[in-house]
Structures are given as C-alpha cells and as structure tokens.
C-alpha cells in the first residue's frame, strides 16, 4: 500500500529504480504525486482549490476531471480574491449575474480556502437574514470537513464538540461567524468580511427602511469589526441607484465620499458585452453572451424583451436599462434654440421640496409652452429651477419667470403648494405687482392620488407621441434626461423630482388640451341671432374660459 510515509521515500529514486520497484503499481504511485502537487498548488492558488475539493466522482484521484468548470469569469474572480488574501486589495465590490458560479467562489470557497491558510483568522459572513447566513455556512463546514480539504490543509481544523450553525472555531483560534443583516457581528474582529446578497429581492431593496438597515450593517457592524489589514467584499445585484455599491462607489449617489470611495474596486461582470475593455478581459468582443453555453444571446434578448429593468438589474449590473425604465429613450425628443414656434401659451409647474439638506429633494420648476398646432406640443423651456433650495430663493425665481414669460396659471400638487411655499408665495407676488415687479398668476392645485407614475402617465403618454421637446442645448438637459431614465414611477426611485414635475405638467397640459379644439375648414358657423348660434357661441367661449396662459411671442 502506497501511504504518505512511503510515498515520500519513493521520491527520492529515480524513474527506472521507481520502475523496478513499483512494477504494475507504478502507474498508482505517479497519480498519487501528482495529486500531492495538486494539492500543494491548491493551497497557493484559489482556482486549483475549487477544482480539488470538487473531484469527479467517476475518478476522484485524477486530478485532470473535476465537477468544478473554470470559466473565464472564474479567472477574473479569482484574480481579485487572491489579491484580496495578499492583501493587495482591502475593499472589493461585485456584481455578477445569477447562476453564474458566483457565490460557489466567493462566498463558500474563497472563505474556506482563507481558514485553511490562516486558520488563527476570524471571518465574518453576512446576508440579507440568519438562514441564508446558515445555508452559507453549511457548504462552508462541508468544505472544510471533506477530505480534499484536508489533503490540501492538513494543519486546518474544526474544534470538537457542539456544532453551531451560526459559527465555526478552528483550534488554532480563528472562526467563521453567520449573521443575518440585523446582526451585530458576534462581538468577534474580523479579517475578512464578505456581504452576500444582503438584499432578497426588488422589493427589498425597494424599502428605504431595507437600505438604511443595509447601510448601517456596514457603517456600525463592518466599520466596528475590521482590524487595519482586514478585507470587505460586497457581492449583490444591482438594483438601486441606492444600495449598497451605489453608495460606496458611485459619485451621483448623495452618500459618495470620494475618500472612502478611493479604497474600493468595484467589478462589474454584464451577461451581454457592452464594453470593450471587459470584453477583453474575458476573451469577447461587445455584444456576445458572457457564458452561451449556459445562457445563449437568443435567451438573454427574449429575457430582456419581457422585463427590460429586471434584466439591467440582474444580467447586466445596471439599476437602470439604458433604454429607461418608465420614459423610453427613444421618445424624449430634443430641440434647438432655432426650432421654437413663434407663438406659445406659457405655463409653468412645480415639485416644491423645502428642505435644504444633503439628501433631502430638490425642487423642480419649470417652464413649458403649448404651441398652436392642430395636434399641439409642449416645450420645455431652457429655464429651470432643480436644485435645494430656500423657500425665499425658490419664490422669488418663479415670479421672476412669471413676469418674464407672462404666465398667467402655475400648477402644482395640493398639499406641497398648501404646506410649503404657498401663503408665501402669494404674499410675495402681492407685494412684488403693487411696486410693479411682478403679475399675478392663478395657482392651480391638483390632488396627490395614485402612485408617481400613475401621475406621470400623461406626460408619458405626451412623449411617446412625439408631442413633448426638450431643450438639449440646455446646461441641465443630460442629467435631466438621465433622471428620466432612472425614474420607474414606483415610488422609491433615488431621485424623482424632475419627473415628478414633468407629470405634473401632463396634468395640466391633459387638462388644457381637453379643452383645445383643431381648427376646422369646412365648418359653418351658425346665423347670428338663432339659438344655434347662441349654443354654438357658447360653447366657443367655454373652451376659452378653460385654456388659461397668454399667446406670447417664444424667448
């Protein structure tokens, strides 16, 4: 029998020495090196780990056949935990598609593979609650108790007795420690902390309540953990423009600190190319499927067409898809300076915030004008106030615009024009016409009902006929339109105060528009005097009674 003792005398002879000895058990005796080799590079390389602790149970002493297939994503992942277990790099984010070998990895190998080297080390694994945590944890203790694991990390072992599924103690003191997203971290350090979906779905993630509970696991239980050489790893789809890579890693998200954000790799695999470099990196080119012998591009482009913002989220890494979410790219139609009409009614509407805070809303004010086409459209004027503002600031630029564009109606939502700036604002315009500053407008008020995109549905409906322009010269167009892009009318959008104000204004422009009549040619007004001229005229004066602004010559 060829045992470990025997196996090390048998290495000292040469091939031919082997062979005379060996005879028919040569062929025994060179698997079994080459598995000892194996096993001393799966303890310096994470790849070669997961390969051997999963043999091929038709063969599992040939180290040539393992159920684990390495893709070209594996290597990319593997290449930053290793750099992570060097030390190279503390803070690693990713976000990776589903059933993509993912979590196999990072969050069941890469953390035994660690204990092994350094089982004195505490790690700590969180997820989004205590069960996923524990699931987590059982492929962790089945790893390490197999006897591949031990082939590689012999000196690697489990303390005896009660076996807690919310920990693992290693006799050489380091652990392994569960915790569900509300969880403090066990009162243990920690040198590696891996955040494992701490979000269960859409919907989860959905709740600010959910996104402050993830963020203060970070900046209360990962913060008060970490030793100065200590890694993080954070690992979950994306989306939100608010979660939690969101508010490490990306500058538009309000809670970025560029000095925190420095510190922090964040690694992005989409399912289809859509960057060059990427691409490259895995051996595509843009536009080809990540894996097509798991999902193929025909698949991935019918899962797009059925839910275009879970696909972004969840096979590309993008909260948002590029074509939009609520407002499609292709119907937000821009404008220049030149292609204004001659004559619009001017109007203005607003999404009034009062708060100045760093994450408070900003108001949205604009300016918009319907021309007098048959089918008429509405444009966007170049002003805009979208910022956090003061009520006084914020009052005095819209009677500024009032003035200058001869509005004679504003249109708002009931309870902010009636909690925030309204008493003001109408005192201010007061005083403002009596020293001939400012002209007076009619604040027309419309009840909160729905959820935001149902109040947006207007507008959208506006855009998607082509009858809404944007002013793409303006300084404020590319943010606005990428806002536009974001927004998905559920209510929990990062930021949603220009499309809150463009739905304000297809409130009002369905109202005014119901009232628009098209120009006929061939109708016949009735003989004056008659009683159907006396219905005919009044119903002409309705509908002007119900177009409320002025005709004035477009700025």
Avoid at 45 to 71: C, G, W
Avoid at 118 to 127: F, G
Avoid at 167 to 185: C, K, P, Q, V, Y
Wanted: glycine letters at 8%; charged letters at 25%; one cysteine or more.
């Amino acid at each position: 029998m060829l045992d470990a003792a025997k196996i090390n005398e048998l290495a000292e002879m040469t091939p031919q020495e082997l062979a005379d000895l060996l005879g028919p058990e040569l062929d025994i005796y060179i698997q079994k090196m080459q598995k000892v080799e194996a096993a001393q590079r799966a303890s310096k390389q994470l790849l070669t780990f997961m390969q051997y602790i999963n043999p091929d149970p038709d063969a599992p002493d040939d180290i040539t056949r393992s159920k684990y297939e390495v893709h070209a994503l594996h290597k990319v992942l593997a290449e930053a935990l290793e750099k992570v277990e060097r030390g190279e790099m503390l803070r690693l984010a990713l976000s990776v598609p589903p059933q993509m070998g993912k979590t196999a990895i990072c969050t069941k190998g890469f953390p035994a593979w660690i204990a092994g080297k350094y089982p004195h080390r505490d790690t700590i694994i969180a997820a989004y609650n205590q069960n996923l945590a524990e699931t987590f944890g059982t492929h962790i203790r089945r790893i390490i108790e197999g006897r591949e694991f031990q082939e590689v990390f012999p000196k690697a072992r489990l303390e005896g007795g009660v076996r807690s599924k919310k920990e693992m103690m290693f006799e050489d003191g380091g652990s392994i420690n569960l915790i569900g997203r509300d969880g403090a971290g066990t009162g243990r350090s920690a040198d590696l902390f891996i955040i494992d979906d701490p979000y269960k779905n859409k919907t989860d993630v959905d709740s600010l309540a959910t996104r402050e509970e993830v963020w203060s696991l970070y900046t209360r239980v990962v913060n008060s953990r970490m030793r100065n050489t200590g890694a993080v790893i954070v690992i979950h789809t994306r989306w939100s423009d608010d979660d939690l890579i969101a508010r490490l890693c990306d500058p538009k998200n309000p809670f970025y600190n560029a000095d925190v954000a420095k510190d922090w790799t964040y690694i992005n695999i989409p399912e289809i190319m859509d960057d060059e470099v990427v691409a490259g990196i895995l051996g595509k080119k843009v536009g080809d499927a990540l894996w097509p012998e798991r999902r193929s591009l025909k698949m991935l482009n019918t899962v797009r067409l059925m839910d275009p913002a879970g696909f972004s989220a969840l096979h590309m890494g993008k909260p948002t898809p590029p074509e939009g979410a609520f407002f499609q790219v292709e119907h937000l139609r821009g404008y220049e300076h030149k292609q204004l009409p001659k004559n619009m009614r001017f109007y203005l509407a607003g999404d009034l915030a009062v708060s100045t805070k760093k994450t408070a809303d900003k108001s949205a004010v604009g300016i918009w004008g319907i021309d007098s086409e048959p089918e008429p459209n509405l444009w966007l004027m170049p002003h805009l106030l979208w910022k956090r503002s003061a009520t006084d600031e914020t009052v005095e630029w819209i009677i500024d615009q009032a003035k200058q564009y001869g509005i004679l109606t504003a249109y708002w939502e009931k309870g902010q024009i009636d909690n925030a700036v309204g008493p003001f604002l109408e005192r201010r315009m007061m005083e403002r016409v009596k020293k001939g500053e400012g002209q007076w407008f009619h604040l027309e008020k419309f009840p909160t009902t729905g959820d935001k995109g149902k109040r947006a549905q207007s507008f959208r409906s506006l855009c998607a006929q082509g009858r809404v322009k944007f002013p793409t010269f303006a300084p404020w167009w590319p943010a606005a339109k990428d806002h536009m892009l974001k927004f998905t009318g559920s209510g929990n959008d990062l930021e949603d105060d220009f499309a809150d104000m463009c739905g304000i204004m297809g409130q009002a422009a369905n109202q005014i528009l119901r009232a628009h009549v098209p120009k006929a040619t061939n109708v016949v007004s009735p003989k004056v005097g008659t009683l159907a001229w006396t219905r005919w005229a009044s119903d002409a004066d309705k509908r002007r009674r119900n177009m409320p602004g002025r005709i004035v010559r477009a700025f």
